[in-house]
């Protein structure tokens, strides 16, 4: 089991930023990706950002595009941490982020097998 923890969600003005950590436990040599999902009320959950490492040191991040430009995520392998810094932020950003792990083959899209447990985001305009 991977056991992930988010931190650093809260309420912020639009055009502000927060930075989203998680922070994984357990057996994540299991996982190769760790990414960030987001649900607003009455909404579907989407995927916001993921990154995943691979062989010679490949490292691979993609985004949804409402959050190109202003977001970024990132990794610190040595803590077992990965980040969401959100810039800019809008209105539209407000959800409840979730941290999740999973493996990447580059051959479909990611899966991810473990969640954090949510932390919100509320963005007012």
């Known amino acids: 089991q991977v056991q992930l923890v988010e931190s650093g969600g809260g309420s912020v003005q639009a055009g502000g930023s927060l930075r989203l950590s998680c922070v994984a436990s357990?057996?994540?040599?299991?996982?190769?990706?760790m990414g960030w999902f987001r649900q607003a009320p009455g909404k579907e959950r989407e995927r916001v950002a993921y990154?995943?490492?691979?062989?010679?040191?490949?490292?691979?991040?993609k985004y949804t595009d409402s959050v190109k430009g202003r977001f970024t995520i990132s990794q610190d392998n040595a803590a077992n941490t990965v980040y969401l810094q959100m810039n800019n932020l809008k209105s539209d950003d407000t959800a409840i982020y979730y941290c999740?792990?999973?493996?990447?083959?580059?051959?479909?899209?990611?899966?991810?097998?473990?969640w954090g447990q949510g932390t919100q985001v509320t963005v007012s305009s």
């Open positions: 999740a792990a999973g493996v990447d083959t580059l051959t479909t899209t990611p899966r991810f097998d473990y």
């Open positions: 357990g057996h994540i040599a299991r996982t190769n990706c």
């Open positions: 990154i995943s490492r691979h062989s010679f040191g490949q490292v691979l991040t």
